[in-house]
């Protein structure tokens, strides 16, 4: 089953916080965070592989609570380039990644 | 240059027609994925191969034909029996050495058909 995302949409002025939530109903090997701008191909942002893992790519972070099966998205101070659909994907054991229904993120200046 | 192409970019088909979108990597990447992606929606999983000769299904299947004959290639053949083929269609690789790794993506091909 897909992961669930939420919300499903926010808008945010420039240096405001968010934070997307991604959530499994199942066991999880790793959780993936992409970024994908209209019309144009997803790109990666991070991956965490262990529980209670924490990443970061330049003012994106990210945790992984892998005894919840959730991952969130902390969006911190942020900039106009940060708007676009921003997805989860959970991986099993097996190599399968499935992705969330996304968020879409708008930064207003 | 290393990365994944896609071609085309944009098809159109007639319904009935079956259709073969392309997708080469020269990442030298083991795993390779195929996912549709509608308007407004996320990314479904149709195929996904993480070794030569050797592929698996993912959540909608039906309707699509894979092969993997070669490392670089990942060919999606959209058959007549999808009832709903027009869509985004994304192509996309890893490395699988061990360490799950992140997907590459293609840009993609708009496929409609009418």
């Known amino acids: 089953q897909q992961p669930v995302q939420s919300p499903q949409a926010v808008i945010l002025r420039e240096g405001e916080d968010a934070v997307i939530n991604c959530s499994s109903s199942?066991?999880?090997?790793?959780v993936h965070w992409y970024r994908q701008k209209h019309g144009e191909a997803p790109v990666f942002l991070m991956i965490l592989l262990k529980g209670g893992e924490q990443k970061g790519h330049d003012k994106i972070s990210a945790s992984f609570n892998e005894k919840k099966q959730q991952s969130s998205l902390y969006l911190t101070a942020s900039q106009l380039s940060y708007s676009g659909t921003y997805f989860c994907?959970?991986?099993?054991?097996?190599?399968?990644?499935?992705f969330g229904s996304g968020t879409q993120v708008v930064v207003t200046p | 240059d290393g990365g994944i192409t896609q071609s085309p970019k944009y098809l159109f088909r007639k319904e009935g027609q079956n259709v073969t979108l392309s997708c080469e990597q020269n990442?030298?990447?083991?795993?390779m994925y195929w996912y549709r992606q509608d308007p407004g929606q996320g990314l479904r999983l149709i195929y996904y191969s993480q070794i030569v000769n050797d592929f698996q299904k993912g959540d909608i299947a039906e309707g699509y034909s894979v092969s993997r004959e070669k490392k670089e290639s990942f060919p999606l053949t959209v058959t007549s029996a999808q009832k709903n083929p027009t869509a985004f269609y994304l192509c996309a690789s890893s490395t699988r050495t061990g360490v799950k790794g992140e997907q590459y993506f293609g840009p993609g091909t708009r496929l409609t058909v009418t």
């Open positions: 199942k066991a999880l090997y790793s």
């Open positions: 990442l030298n990447h083991d795993a």
């Open positions: 994907g959970t991986e099993d054991s097996w190599g399968k990644l499935q």
